[in-house]
């Protein structure tokens, strides 16, 4: 069929205006307008709090006063890799200004202990094993206490000597003695001087450092590193005479090693009942790595000194470090429990040690009866027939007990505790807040900090938190109390701050300012006819 051409036009103009529609407007309808997009300030999210942390101080074992050591962690002789600082970075060394140190483990160790070498300027280098076998989710404070090399019952003395070539075509030697506390070191002429590799020294001047104690009293045992009887079950080694000798040289190699052995005398107290011609057995100890080792050669009791108060003892090394001449008990076959009675133990907890010319030990945090487990008793040196000077101290050096003379350990210990009658102890909370400074109306609680408080010159304690409010507890009413916070996490912008506060007993509120994150969102404006 054929359709007429003008009707076909007819009918699609028609269409056109059909759907085109018979508005006037022209087509200017309003246009909604476009939604402006706003920044919006955004609190962070409240940090985790810390858990597992070990608090530790490195302090004069008289005074309790802090000292600035380095301390450096060992796991059986070798740098501790477990170690960690609270940003979960391995730390196998921590350079202390102020004496106090914290550290964590890492995700996943399972290590029970951490050997700790402390050096420190005018002190006795020392190694201490540090429990972690309690270390759950609270703080375990450790301190390590230094005697120092003035103490009484010490000896210390530091010779230079010129060498060329390695060594030396005179006799070298260097001796030190003070009482009963004396040392001395001979070394053959023409013996080469080496480093730990057994490689010559390079220096021309060797610095001889030797340190000896008077082992009738205590200082033997302060200056004895710990670990002497680690690993012991039946028998506990008694050190009857010690010594550490250090050379180095003046490009600061360590000299450790000899081409051909050298004599050592250390001096053995008359009091202690032996004689010209008997043997000890000896142990040395690396002060570098804090591991002890049990030597081949005996040490002989040779004569007595001019004036008849000790034995000269030598012995033949290769090497260089701490020597400890021992001779053997057994070892306590029960558990060793302090039972503390009268004032009650302050929140954080007071500081128990224990020493005589056999062992020493210190540092222990107690807040309750505390028990050295038979298991343990071994190494902590202690002998069937053990007997020390027992003292209950707070952290800032404050007697709460002192015994009379020595007191025997082997089973239960009686210490009724008395609480300074010229102190008396209060305790605040840190109220920690984070504010936008973007949204001052935007807050976070200061979860998860690092809280450190102390006295200045004196032990820091670390604060247990929770939704920002830290425990400052056992403060001396009316004394000045030095506060660091590092904050954490989502707050670590905030950095460090550090306050100063005054114990009276009235809660210490501070709030510190960050620059919050910001989000896009919209002004919800919409569009009308």
């Known amino acids: 069929m054929f359709t007429n051409k003008k009707t076909l036009l007819a009918l699609s103009v028609a269409s056109a205006l059909v759907l085109s529609g018979c508005s006037d407007n022209d087509n200017n309808d309003p246009v909604p307008p476009v939604e402006e997009p706003v920044a919006v300030v955004v609190a962070p999210e409240a940090p985790i709090e810390l858990s597992g942390v070990v608090a530790g101080n490195v302090v004069d074992g008289t005074s309790f006063d802090v000292v600035a050591a380095k301390v450096s962690f060992f796991e059986s002789g070798t740098a501790s890799t477990n170690v960690v600082d609270v940003d979960g970075n391995v730390t196998s060394s921590i350079d202390s200004e102020d004496g106090s140190f914290t550290f964590q483990l890492k995700d996943g160790a399972s290590i029970t202990q951490v050997t700790a070498v402390v050096v420190a300027d005018g002190y006795a280098t020392k190694t201490f094993i540090i429990d972690l076998s309690d270390l759950g989710d609270d703080s375990v404070e450790v301190q390590l206490g230094l005697t120092s090399l003035t103490a009484d019952g010490v000896a210390a003395e530091s010779t230079d000597v010129t060498v060329s070539g390695g060594s030396s075509a005179e006799v070298v030697t260097a001796a030190v003695a003070q009482g009963k506390a004396a040392a001395s070191v001979n070394v053959p002429a023409g013996t080469t001087f080496q480093d730990a590799d057994g490689n010559v020294i390079t220096g021309s001047t060797v610095k001889i450092a030797l340190t000896a104690a008077d082992t009738s009293g205590t200082a033997g045992a302060l200056i004895t590193p710990e670990g002497l009887n680690a690993g012991s079950t039946t028998v506990v080694k008694k050190a009857v005479a010690v010594a550490s000798v250090n050379m180095s040289d003046e490009t600061g190699t360590s000299i450790k090693k000899f081409s051909s052995p050298i004599t050592v005398n250390m001096a053995v107290p008359a009091d202690k009942g032996f004689a010209t011609g008997e043997t000890l057995s000896l142990s040395s100890q690396n002060e570098e790595t804090g591991v002890w080792t049990s030597e081949t050669q005996d040490v002989t009791i040779g004569d007595l000194s001019a004036d008849s108060s000790y034995y000269n003892a030598s012995f033949m090394t290769d090497h260089l470090t701490f020597f400890a001449a021992t001779t053997e008990s057994a070892v306590c076959a029960s558990p060793v429990r302090f039972l503390f009675t009268g ?69 239960d210990v009686n210490v009724a505790l008395t609480a300074p009658a010229d102190i008396s102890y209060v305790s605040e909370a840190l109220a920690l807040t984070a504010q936008c400074s973007n949204d001052t109306a935007l807050t976070t609680p200061g979860s998860g900090a690092l809280v450190k408080y102390g006295r200045t010159g004196k032990a820091k304690r670390v604060a247990k938190g929770a939704d920002g409010s830290y425990a400052l507890n056992d403060l001396i009413e009316g004394a000045s109390y030095e506060v660091s916070v590092k904050f954490q996490g989502t707050l670590a912008a905030i950095g460090t701050k550090t306050y100063t506060i005054t114990a009276d007993g009235t809660d210490e509120p501070q709030t510190e300012a960050l620059t919050c994150d910001t989000t896009t969102g919209a002004t919800g404006a919409t569009g009308g006819n």
Request: hydrophobic fraction near 45%.
């Open 343 to 411: 004032d009650a133990i302050p929140a954080a907890g007071l500081k128990l040690s224990a020493s005589s010319s056999d062992f020493s030990f210190g540092g222990l945090t107690v807040k309750e009866n505390y028990t050295i487990s038979a298991a343990k008793v071994a190494a902590y040196g202690l002998a069937d027939d053990a007997s020390a000077s027992v003292a209950v101290k707070d952290s800032d050096g404050n007697s709460w007990f002192a015994s009379t003379g020595e007191v025997a350990l082997c089973g």
